[in-house]
């Protein structure tokens, strides 16, 4: 698997562009499966606001056309809030398109860990031979003073019956995507703890939406908290802000803190599109990524672009 995927279908591709596996993308088919947040009304408290641009079917095709700049090796489909009603459609969706298009090589699947139903559902994507971890996000509060109002709640980090379903990741040989804003990251770090077997990884850097130095001091605590644990890695991604634009200086200061928290050899590149096209081009996220890593080897690059999340992911892809 050495070619990238672009020359594997017989399209265009960009020799001189970055050799990648993308840790965390989505694909979505509107006309033949429900997405609730992409097909009801617009949710005003969205991350990055209005998001009325992703109503649309997001297919193989579409996500090779934004990738076309890059040498993308393989790539890591994250589930992507379908209808909770059929949680394992969306898991045989993205294995038919792995048919066809050789890609996604590795699935993220969606399991309620605190439901009586978990073990089935999990049985039911254990069926498809891509799937490599579950993103189950626990109950989160809406501001970082609320944090302790949610805790030990029915699906939160300290929910027994949670902590039960989160169990049977270990005994399946299987990994979390973690995804929690910044002020839940140390009970994260405690969950970490508690399964040390369990490999994890952090999905768009805790969220640190509040660049406030107040803000910025309690994403700190928080990360670095998880990097303490060697079972937690973190992807580079999804450093959108509401309502102001994706820039490198307004950037490169969570990315450098995380890479020295974390340690390059933990750190995965992850495009988080089409939901990242929002704020900043494809070519453009890798681009200013390149910058960042500029002072790293060649090693820790390759580690950092395609390496680790191969790894991580257990893809079968050539050198």
């Known amino acids: 698997m050495s070619e990238c995927l672009h020359q594997r279908l017989g399209l265009p591709y960009a020799a001189g562009g970055q050799r990648l596996i993308d840790a965390h993308h989505h694909l979505w088919n509107l006309d033949s499966h429900r997405y609730p947040w992409l097909q009801d009304e617009v949710d005003p408290g969205f991350f990055l606001g209005d998001y009325a641009p992703l109503q649309r079917n997001y297919l193989p095709e579409d996500y090779l056309a ?65 799937l490599r971890g579950i993103r189950s996000k626990p109950v989160t509060a809406l501001r970082p003073e609320l944090a302790a109002s949610v805790r030990g ?28 804003p910044y002020w839940h990251l140390q009970e994260a770090a405690e969950v970490a703890v508690a399964f040390p077997e369990v490999p994890i990884v952090l999905n768009h850097m805790g969220f640190p939406w509040d660049r406030s130095p107040a803000g910025l001091e309690g994403w700190r605590v928080g990360m ?24 490198l200086e307004g950037n490169r200061g969570v990315i450098e803190e995380t890479l020295a928290l974390f340690g390059i050899a933990r750190c995965l590149f992850a495009s988080n599109y089409p939901v990242a096209g929002l704020r900043i081009g494809y070519g453009e996220l890798v681009t200013a990524l390149q910058t960042i890593l500029v002072d790293y080897d060649e090693a820790q690059r390759d580690g950092f672009f395609w390496r680790n999340a191969r790894d991580f992911y257990r893809i079968e892809v050539g050198q």
């Open 153 to 180: 709640q029915s699906g939160s980090m300290q929910d027994e019956a949670w902590l039960r379903g989160f169990a049977l990741l270990a005994k399946h040989g299987l990994s979390w995507d973690l995804r929690v």
């Open 66 to 130: 934004d990738s076309a700049g890059q040498r993308v090796l393989a790539t890591v489909h994250c589930e992507a809030e379908h209808d909770r009603a059929d949680q394992v459609a969306e898991t045989r969706w993205v294995h038919e398109q792995h048919a066809r298009y050789g890609f996604p090589n590795a699935v993220v699947a969606h399991v309620w860990f605190h439901r009586p139903e978990c073990e089935e559902v999990l049985g039911r994507h254990l069926d498809y031979p891509l």
């Open 224 to 247: 670095a908290a998880l990097a303490a644990q060697p079972n937690v890695s973190v992807k580079v991604s999804e450093l959108g802000l509401r309502d102001q634009p994706w820039t």
